[in-house]
């Protein structure tokens, strides 16, 4: 079934009901488990993740296309959006920047098969805090959802989150702000969207523009380098990077927040 176009941002009135509901910004001084909504257009696949969520002790709902969500939406506003990027009618990207024009504190997780760089930045440009390739492990999402709500058993503040800026070119952290070069922000956003699994070194390097037929792997072996020396001022074992030899590079975890 094909969900309605919605080009418009929901009106102030709509807005206003949003907030009165189920304010995004409460979840810190709230014990509730928080509420996400996941718009998948594979209900095999969304169902999995719905039901492992639940297993966590998140609250879920799933919807196959944006005119389902809506509809929930106008009864109860979500802390997170969980959105398939190809959905009939209305994509991923047009949903994230109505609800974030209504709701500018919206956290968006964008998950998708699309794999080129700027798939990824048109992701970013819509307001996506992550942006997951498919096919991933759900458990890599519980690891950011951890990262983003803390651990619903004993929760813990936001400033344990790491974030990546992709404009700024910033890995921000609760000690400050590490400066990194457009290469390094390229292969550390490559490999935590692509966190657990390992990126191959070929995939690295086109992530980076390299040209294959003439880039050497010692010139990604010096970056990698290069990069791990500045990770290790902020000294989180998430940001381990690990060489998987002959294969490619993994981090310790996926607990970064990409915008």
Do not use: W
């Not at 380098?225 to 490619?248: C, D, F, T, W, Y």
């Amino acid at each position: 079934m094909l969900g309605l176009y919605n080009k418009t941002a929901p009106s102030t009135a709509s807005a206003g009901n949003y907030l009165k509901t189920h304010d995004v910004d409460s979840y810190s001084s709230s014990c509730a488990a928080p509420l996400i909504y996941i718009c998948e257009n594979d209900p095999g696949f969304g169902g999995a993740i719905l039901m492992r969520l639940q297993q966590e002790g998140y609250e879920c709902r799933l919807f196959g296309d944006g005119a389902e969500m809506d509809q929930s939406s106008c009864h109860l506003m979500p802390d997170l959006l969980l959105l398939d990027v190809e959905l009939p009618g209305e994509s991923g990207h047009s949903m994230a920047q109505r609800y974030l024009r209504a709701m500018p504190s919206m956290r968006v997780i964008m998950m998708s098969e699309l794999n080129q760089p700027q798939d990824m930045l048109t992701g970013y440009h819509s307001g996506a805090m992550l942006y997951l390739l498919k096919p991933f492990k759900i458990e890599a999402l519980i690891a950011c959802l951890k990262g983003i709500f803390g651990t619903l058993s004993a929760a813990q503040t936001y400033d344990s989150v790491i974030t990546l800026d992709m404009e700024s070119h910033k890995l921000k952290h609760a000690g400050g702000a590490l400066v990194l070069t457009q290469n390094e922000v390229k292969a550390l956003a490559s490999m935590a969207l692509r966190s657990p699994e390992t990126i191959e070194y070929h995939e690295l390097m086109e992530a980076m523009g390299f040209n294959l037929d003439s880039a050497r792997k010692n010139t990604l072996e010096t970056l990698i380098s290069r990069l791990r020396r500045k990770l290790a001022v902020i000294n989180r074992p998430e940001l381990i990077i690990q060489n998987k030899r002959n294969v490619g590079y993994q981090l310790a975890a996926n607990l970064l927040a990409i915008r």
